[in-house]
T-cell receptor
Framework: GQNIDQPTEMTATEGAIVQINCTYQTSGFNGLFWYQQHAGEAPTFLSYNVLDGLEEKGRFSSFLSRSKGYSYLLLKELQMKDSASYLC??????????WGAGTKLIIKP | IAGITQAPTSQILAAGRRMTLRCTQDMRHNAMYWYRQDLGLGLRLIHYSNTAGTTGKGEVPDGYSVSRANTDDFPLTLASAVPSQTSVYFC???????????FGPGTRLTVL
């Protein structure tokens, strides 16, 4: 079957760095998305990786290892507004997104 | 402002009633999707449409139907609502399948 695993909840301190991991098992693979979702709001796009390596976009970076079925989202210089859920989604061979349940990130002052 | 809209924002519905959730996008995206989101389960695909005139079943299609008469609109119908359909429903669109999906604001549906 197809499966996405990510931690349910993480806590970090304002100004620090946090890494949110995601492992995936899909029938075929055509890339991996990260989305941010604030409570009561819609998911918004953060990043897309299809090749191995690190993609940096400001304070947020996303890494992919296709051979390991693994990705992470790295958030630097954490701000209170980064408190949200972070959703990992892999694209399968039918070009459908398989979603993880999301990681709730709590930022403490 | 380009984007994707959903209506209603929220709804309380008696079990057995018929309900249509509306979704409209003005980005001329080919693909559209309906998801439901429940606590601890993440987003689950109900139905999708890769282009106007075609639809497909997702992970949890039972009890739901969709149509795609034109590019912009993708309504989701619950023929006879049941309490297990209580959820937050998100509509999304993308230029084509596997492209970045953009989400509407969601509809919070409660079936009593």
């Amino acid at each position: 079957g197809q499966n996405i695993d990510q931690p349910t909840e993480m806590t970090a301190t304002e100004g620090a760095i946090v890494q949110i991991n995601c492992t995936y098992q899909t029938s075929g693979f055509n890339g991996l998305f990260w989305y941010q979702q604030h409570a009561g709001e819609a998911p918004t796009f953060l990043s897309y990786n299809v090749l191995d390596g690190l993609e940096e976009k400001g304070r947020f970076s996303s890494f992919l290892s296709r051979s390991k079925g693994y990705s992470y989202l790295l958030l630097k210089e954490l701000q209170m507004k980064d408190s949200a859920s972070y959703l990992c989604a892999a694209v399968d061979s039918n070009y459908q997104l398989i979603w993880g349940a999301g990681t709730k990130l709590i930022i403490k002052p | 402002i380009a984007g994707i809209t959903q209506a209603p924002t929220s709804q309380i519905l008696a079990a057995g009633r018929r309900m249509t959730l509306r979704c409209t996008q003005d980005m001329r995206h080919n693909a559209m999707y309906w998801y439901r989101q429940d606590l601890g389960l993440g987003l689950r695909l109900i139905h999708y449409s890769n282009t106007a005139g075609t639809t497909g079943k997702g992970e949890v299609p039972d009890g739901y139907s969709v149509s795609r008469a034109n590019t912009d609109d993708f309504p989701l119908t619950l023929a006879s609502a049941v309490p297990s359909q209580t959820s937050v429903y998100f509509c999304a669109s993308s230029e084509s399948s596997a492209d970045t999906q953009y989400f509407g604001p969601g509809t919070r549906l409660t079936v009593l």
